[in-house]
């Protein structure tokens, strides 16, 4: 094993954590509300849609974060244009599912045939990250666009968790229901094209929807959801990391996948132990506190974690 007293003494270290905490501050936030609007299956498309366009950019001789970029926010914004009020039902999703996979069997065709020998690592490194590949520059762009990505969110937070929990009132109140879904996907796509360099695209899932779904049985209020998912996010991130540091042998995408999922299963354990309980007060209806909050006001106890989502 290494040793702890020496790991930020290595630029590759420097530059990992750089990034890793912008890329999993910007999951974190944006994945609370993926979450909440239950579109992780757009999240799940997303990373594939982040494959297949690393591949196209690879096989066209690009750099590759040009094809995730690229693809993703073009596919997340033909999704929510396709879907109601900006948020696509699952057999739009299920479609471009499907053509993005082709598409992405067809590119990893040209790929390894023509250009392989180039760089015969890059396709295993989209696939499952290479945080600790990132360069100086690579990580300095990372740790903007993530932040980025958590101001974005920040700015439309109020508006958008309004129409994440009731559409046809945020509407009746004069809330670009629509438009606020299609910009909130096409953020998404871009957390996907970003969060690809630290896990790979076939767990990039994991970190977007993890951390929020943790949150969300250990709070019920919104705002406090919000905050909780992105600290336990980016502190994921970071012992993760440390722990691939330590063990050499432990890739540092399964590092961090492994610190989600085991946080969330504790939160899971925590929250059948409380429902146990019978003197547990009552929870105020979420959609009553979330329109309080849209207007200044202080958000009451909505039961976010109990169900209290009625999802369209």
């Known amino acids: 094993m290494s040793s702890f007293g020496s790991i ?13 905490t912008a890329i999993a501050a910007a999951c974190g936030i944006a994945g609370f509300f993926l979450v909440l609007r239950a579109q992780v299956f757009t999240g799940d498309a997303l990373s594939h849609v982040a494959f297949t366009g690393a591949l196209a950019a690879l096989a066209a001789g690009i750099d590759l974060r040009l094809g995730l970029f690229t693809a993703t ?8 244009a396709l879907g109601r009020r900006g948020r696509a039902d699952d057999v739009v999703i299920g479609n471009v599912f499907a053509w993005i996979l082709g598409l992405g069997v067809f590119f990893l065709t040209v790929y390894t045939t ?28 990372a ?4 932040a980025g990505i958590v101001a974005a969110i920040l700015v439309m937070a109020r508006p958008l968790l309004f129409a994440s929990v009731d559409e046809a009132v945020a509407a009746a109140r004069g809330v670009p229901v629509r438009a ?3 910009v909130f996907l096409a953020i998404i796509g871009a957390t996907a094209a970003e969060a690809t ?11 977007l929807a993890a951390p929020a779904a943790t949150a969300l049985l250990l709070s019920d209020r919104p705002f406090r959801g919000l905050a909780i998912s ?11 990391l440390a722990l691939s540091y330590a063990v050499p042998a432990m890739p540092p995408s399964f590092a961090i996948i492994a610190c989600a999922t085991a946080a969330y299963l504790a939160a899971f354990a925590a929250a059948r132990l409380r429902r146990r ?3 547990r007060r009552r929870q105020a209806p979420l959609t009553a506190s979330v329109i309080h909050a849209s207007h200044g006001g202080t958000m009451a106890s909505p039961s976010l974690a109990q169900g209290g989502v009625e999802h369209r």
């Not at 930020?8 to 890793?20: C, E, M, R, V, W």
């Not at 360099?197 to 994991?206: E, F, I, K, R, S």
């Open 8 to 20: 930020f003494s290595h630029p590759f270290l420097q530059h990992a954590f750089l990034a890793g």
């Open 73 to 80: 926010i073009v596919v997340a914004v033909v999704i929510g």
């Open 114 to 141: 023509s250009r392989s020998t180039a760089n015969g690592t890059a396709g295993t490194s989209v696939l499952f990250g290479s945080i600790f590949g990132l360069s100086g520059g690579q990580a300095a762009t």
């Open 143 to 146: 740790a903007v666009i993530g």
């Open 180 to 182: 606020l879904g299609i």
């Open 197 to 207: 360099q630290a896990v790979g695209a076939m767990l990039l899932l994991g970190l």
């Open 230 to 240: 992105t600290g336990l996010a980016v502190t994921e991130m970071w012992v993760g």
């Open 277 to 279: 309980h019978p003197h």
